[in-house]
């Protein structure tokens, strides 16, 4: 699991030119990445999941629920 590596809701934003700069050419020339847009659908996707919509960690009763009983105990230290 890529939490135990240091992976956060941080990595999981879009960086350097595909945040930054709009697009150009093709249909969607001039188009830019909505920052808080795209912050909004992370913590859709997140919610959805059964993860932790600030962190972006999985909550241990899905991790359980999902048969991970030992990353679930794992887990419970950054729910604490």
């Given amino acids: 699991m890529l939490v135990r590596e240091g992976i956060r809701k941080e990595d999981d934003f879009l960086q350097g030119k595909w945040a930054e700069e709009k697009t150009s050419g093709g ?3 001039g188009s830019y990445l909505d920052k808080e847009k795209f912050g909004r659908m992370l913590e859709d996707y997140y919610r959805m999941r059964g993860w ?13 629920a999902l048969g991970l009983t030992d990353i679930a105990q794992d887990m419970e230290k950054y729910f604490r």
Wanted: charged letters at 45%.
């Fill in 27 to 29: 249909a969607f020339d």
């Fill in 52 to 64: 932790d919509e600030k962190t972006g960690i999985p909550r241990p009763e899905r991790l359980t």
